[in-house]
């Protein structure tokens, strides 16, 4: 009777094949093949040119992360100690800008970032420009935020940052209390129990939250696009160009984005050997 | 000291708040001003209200995003309960191989979705394309003549219908999968030793059972479905646009503060929707309480 039931998945398994392991292959097979489909590595000997934007992408999302977690870790530790009805007021205040499109949020903070934006306006309300130009014989009237490597990553951070807090919040609150009473019986101070015990069992909450941002972020094209004015190119401003965009060649793109998808994978891996490493070491 | 430090981190989460919320507040704000600037406060007006609703392509987008969103979560929730409780009933090791492929989309980047499935649809109809051109025949029906052509095939609503169920079906599966989990297996034998079909043993006894993870499921479903762009993007063609995708297409022109009309009404309608959930969920608690005390 089980094996009748198991047979529920069999639609499903014939979708994935389809939907999900089929245009994996398809990107595999383009990046090894030019446009006559002959077989060939120069989609990737090629790819020497594009250094700087990988360098580039990987740099951001890895600022975006670790902004992300100097957020995230501290708030949804102090969630995790409120009240449970609090608790489930601040869980859906996090989620409820997810419900309005990222876009939609993004091109609020141009309005914000612009030379002629809110928060410039705010500046100078403030009289921040004209200390600024007493102090150092400036003239500035107002700070260029928009177009700027800084503008992108905090639409990075502003639009992931919910992907790091749900996470490490949920691991927090499942903890184990006897755990910890244990270790304060014990006589460890709180630092002592934050640092031995509370951290190293929420590790897998910051690595799956680490992970819900690096990757969106390391391969985004809206954001760098809209915020970033398209100076900045990165990695998924290069892959969307070689399908939609001008220079045609999704050859070059499915072997950008199947690059981009191992160095994921491998640093994803490498991070939950370690992430393992540590779990096993605590409750040895 | 105790006191200081709970003031210090409600302060600590107003500000996190405060910078999730801000440019909402700031769209809705700027939805209501005269002018057509989003920095400059130029007097109260409803004109860019009156404008979206006679802006057809804006409002085509908005039907375009929530019939995808809405028939890729049933279509996903349904699947995906399916899908789950028979990966759930297999061996452990047949079962672990097949959530491995399930977990793909989730872990990729979107990019890396989007352009895969791209790559497969333009592959596919081309083929389907090519022989559709080369093969019609006639069919002889009666006296009449039927001339059968096959249609050709682009990306359109479809595709992208195929995708977001596609990458919606995972979440659904996540989050059902830890219920059939900690499902009592021996519910079903007892179902099935009283004289219940199979079927009426999973509508019946395994159903209710799960039903709490199906509904955070759809629910996830339908936020990714929501908030995608980039998988849209890449598998709508250009026949077809959702909001966010005719966001990034002003974004080269200007974009028009209608936007901040559209993203109002929406944030207002989610807003209704969850005061309408919570309420009821508090009444139904309170109800229950009152049952046990």
């Not at chain 2, 989460?13 to 700031?26: G, R």
């Not at chain 2, 977990?103 to 596919?124: E, H, K, Q, R, Y």
Request: overall charge positive; proline content about 3%; hydrophobic content about 55%.
């Amino acid at each position: 009777m089980k094996h009748k039931r198991s047979l529920l998945a069999l639609p499903y398994v014939g979708w994935m094949a389809l939907f999900v392991v089929a245009p994996i292959v398809m990107v595999v097979v383009y990046a090894f093949t030019t446009a006559g489909f002959e077989p060939t590595a120069s989609n990737f000997t090629g790819m020497g040119t594009y250094v700087s934007i990988f360098a580039r992408s990987f740099q951001l999302a890895l600022i975006a992360t670790v902004i992300c977690l100097l957020i995230g870790y501290p708030i949804s530790y102090v969630m995790a100690k409120e009240g449970p009805g609090f608790q489930r007021v601040a869980t859906v205040l996090i989620m409820l800008p997810m419900w309005v499109n990222f876009l939609l949020r993004t091109y609020s903070w141009m309005a914000i970032l612009e030379n002629n934006g809110l928060l410039n306006q705010l500046f100078d309300a403030i009289g921040l420009f004209d200390l600024i130009n007493g102090l150092f014989g400036t003239d500035l009237t107002y700070f260029r935020m928009i177009r700027t490597q800084g503008a992108v990553v905090l639409g990075m951070v502003y639009n992931y940052l919910p992907f790091m807090i749900l996470p490490i919040y949920s691991v927090i609150l499942k903890l184990d209390r006897s755990l910890l009473e244990a270790a304060q019986d014990l006589g460890a101070n709180s630092a002592y129990v934050f640092r031995r015990v509370i951290f190293p069992l929420s590790l897998p909450g910051v690595l799956s939250g680490v992970t819900m941002v690096f990757v969106p972020s390391v391969s985004t094209f809206a954001i760098s696009r809209l915020l970033g004015g398209g100076t900045h190119m990165m990695l998924g401003d290069l892959i969307e160009q070689q399908f939609l965009g001008g220079a045609y060649n999704p050859h070059l793109g499915s072997a950008i984005a199947l690059v981009m998808m191992l160095i994921v994978i491998v640093c994803m891996w490498v991070m939950n050997r370690f992430g393992q490493g540590e779990e096993q070491a605590v409750v040895l | 000291m105790k006191k200081q430090r709970r003031v210090g981190s409600r302060l600590f989460m107003a500000l996190v708040f405060l910078f999730l919320y801000a440019p909402i507040l700031l769209m809705v704000v700027f939805s209501f001003n005269a002018g057509n600037s989003n920095a400059v406060w130029q007097g109260f007006s409803l004109r860019w209200y009156e404008a979206l609703f006679q802006d057809r392509s804006i409002m085509g987008s908005v039907y375009t995003t929530l019939l995808v969103s809405l028939l890729a979560t049933l279509v996903a929730t349904v699947a995906g309960t399916f899908a789950a409780v028979g990966l759930y009933s297999m061996r452990r090791r047949r079962r672990n191989a097949l959530l491995a492929v399930n977990n793909i989309p989730m872990t990729n980047a979107d990019i890396v979705t989007g352009v895969s499935l791209c790559l497969l649809f333009v592959a596919v109809f081309g083929f389907w394309n090519q022989f559709a051109a080369n093969y019609r025949f006639t069919l002889n029906l009666f006296g009449t003549v039927y001339r059968i052509t096959f249609p050709q095939l682009s990306l359109g609503f479809g595709t992208m219908l195929i995708a977001h169920i596609t990458f919606n079906i995972p979440y659904v599966i996540l989050s059902v999968g830890p219920k059939l989990r900690q499902m009592d297996g021996n519910l079903v034998d007892a179902a099935r030793d009283l004289g219940c079909t199979w079927m009426g043993a999973f509508f019946k006894v395994i159903l209710p059972e799960i039903k709490p993870g199906i509904i955070s499921g759809a629910l996830i479903a339908f936020t990714m479905s929501v908030d995608d762009f980039v998988i849209s993007y890449f598998t709508a063609g250009t026949s077809v646009s959702t909001l966010a995708m005719e966001i990034y297409g002003m974004a080269r022109r200007r974009i028009s503060p209608e936007i901040n009309a559209i993203s109002t009404l929406l944030f207002v309608v989610v807003l209704a929707l969850l005061a309408f959930h919570n309420i009821r969920e508090s009444r139904a608690q309170r109800a229950a309480a009152r049952r046990t005390y």
